[in-house]
């Protein structure tokens, strides 16, 4: 079973910056697409950036133009870069692949 371990959460103002990471265990990296999803509370959890294996990206309306989902192969990881940060933007942040969910990175946006 993969593993996930996630980083990269934190405090930030509105309109900055912040990357997270999801760090993979096993050899089927390169062939599993990979998912970036939230929960704010109160809310269900929605799907944010999708990655395939051949890298192609698909994201949320509401980060369009404001999230990029990448992934290193090479290091087994994939991230997530979030600039123009609102206040709306606040949740714990999940990635998943390989049927395993990280444990969650906490995301809050000041305004």
């Known amino acids: 079973q993969v593993q996930l371990v996630e980083s990269g959460g934190g405090l930030v103002q509105a309109g900055g910056s912040l990357r997270l990471s999801c760090a993979a265990s096993?050899?089927?990296?390169?062939?599993?697409?990979w998912y970036w999803y939230r929960q704010a509370p109160g809310k269900q959890r929605e799907l944010v950036a999708t990655i395939t294996s051949g890298s192609s990206t698909n994201y949320a309306d509401s980060v369009k133009g404001r999230f990029t989902i990448s992934r290193d192969n090479a290091k087994n990881t994939v991230y997530l870069q979030m600039n123009s940060l609102k206040p709306e933007d606040t949740a714990v942040y999940y990635c998943?692949?390989?049927?395993?969910w990280g444990q969650g990175t906490q995301v809050t946006v000041s305004s």
């Open positions: 998943k692949g390989g049927g395993s």
């Open positions: 096993g050899s089927i990296f390169n062939f599993m697409g």
